[in-house]
């Protein structure tokens, strides 16, 4: 069906997609050739629709264009459903995209004012809603600013991601751009893995290994989590099923891969990337301590992948969400990531309220120590309570 466009505003029109389909050859023309990250591939998006979309949640993509010449200017990829006897309106991204960014068309300039107008013109083409919850919005795409950064209501997050640019030799990389006490423990760890036996970067170039490698990383994050008291979304099925497939359809162009840092026969640590426009964003990591407890698996694989990456002409190592100690110590760089979380309703209102709440809480938590221990110890101790009257119930 012919989707004519909306005169929102002096500055753009919109057009608003309910299906990918309509808007696919648009959205695989900007992913080439305009600007966006990895996780706004089409493929990517493409599974998270068939895949993970809550029952009765509708995707939102809305497509802004120049009122004044018709071109586009970026697509918007949006999601509503019900949440909790209220609708909201988040990204596209089922908690499997790290940042929420438009894919924009091209590098010209965003300032406060075009942003401003052109979300009041994709607020004018999105149906009815109690509340907006954006988040992981990253302040620049590709060096240009994000106009979702710009707009007033955009707040700074909890959250801050963090990598580092490669450049120049490979052989040097890690001398170049590391911090010289993360290269000195490197090449430690990297002498003491050789004395147990032969070191190999291996990656899964077929959907038999990627069945492999990735079952590893499965089995060896969840471990990890369980004894961290952590959630991790690798519980789920159906995103394990996800990242399995993505990884299957990513052999055909590079987009996604599976690494692992095998020593001997045993794999210590896996790796799992996406790569775009020059960009590999390292999205998952799990590591198995039992063949060399003494070294760190973990930033032995991320530290070879930085040279493969720059060995391959890559240019950017993301190293993600989240403020872990490792990444500081590696040379990366931070940034607060922002986002849109308010309500038009009472009930919306109230929701966003309930949420940030929580998120700030868990910051505290997790910025004390003390507070974290004991937190993680509860958790620990509730999930035994539940192991043990799962396992009690049907004799009691």
């Known amino acids: 069906m012919e989707l004519h466009p909306v005169a929102a505003n002096d500055a753009f029109t919109v057009r608003l997609h309910t299906s990918l389909e309509t808007v696919r050859p648009l959205w695989l023309r900007l992913q080439e050739s305009g600007i966006c990250t990895g996780h706004q591939r089409y493929a990517w998006v493409e599974a998270i629709v068939a895949r993970l979309m809550p029952e009765g949640a509708e995707p939102l993509i809305v497509e802004v264009n120049d009122a004044a010449t018709g ?22 991204s089922c908690g499997v995209c790290d940042y929420s960014a438009p894919l924009l068309a091209d590098t010209t300039p965003w300032t406060a004012h075009s942003a401003r107008a052109a979300w009041a013109a994709v607020r004018s083409v999105l149906p009815r809603a109690d509340r907006f919850h954006i988040t992981g919005i990253p302040r620049e795409i590709q060096g240009v600013a994000n106009p979702l950064a710009l707009l007033a209501e955009a707040r700074d997050s909890i959250h801050s991601t963090f990598g580092l640019a490669i450049d120049g030799e490979a052989e040097t990389l890690l001398k170049r751009v590391c911090r010289p006490s993360f290269v000195k423990e490197f090449n430690k760890d990297w002498r003491r893995l050789e004395r147990i036996g032969s070191v190999e970067l291996v990656e899964a170039a077929n959907p038999a290994e990627v069945e492999k490698i990735f079952g590893e990383l499965v089995r060896m994050r969840l471990a990890r989590f369980r004894e961290l008291a952590r959630f991790d979304l690798l519980t789920q099925e159906t995103v394990v099923d996800f990242y399995r497939d993505a990884a299957i359809r990513g052999l055909a162009d590079g987009s996604v891969r599976v690494f692992g840092l095998r020593v001997g026969e045993a794999l210590i640590a896996v790796q799992y990337l996406m790569v775009h426009q020059g960009t590999v964003h390292a999205l998952m990591i799990a590591m198995d301590q039992s063949v060399a407890p003494n070294v760190s698996a973990g930033l032995a694989i991320m530290g070879r992948l930085m040279v493969w990456a720059r060995e391959q002409g890559l240019g950017y190592f993301d190293l993600s969400v989240g403020s872990q100690s490792y990444k500081g110590n590696l040379g990366a760089k931070g940034s607060v990531l922002v986002e849109l979380c308010h309500g038009f309703t009472m009930r919306g209102s109230a ?46």
């Open 71 to 92: 071109a586009c200017r970026m697509l918007v990829p949006l999601m509503r459903r019900r949440a909790f006897h209220h609708r909201v309106v988040e990204w596209l």
């Open 351 to 396: 929701a966003s309220t309930a949420i940030n709440f929580r998120s700030r809480t868990e910051a505290f938590v997790r910025s004390n120590p003390r507070l974290l221990k004991a937190a993680q110890g509860t958790m620990r101790g509730v999930r035994r309570l539940r192991g043990g009257c799962r396992e009690g119930g049907p004799e009691q």
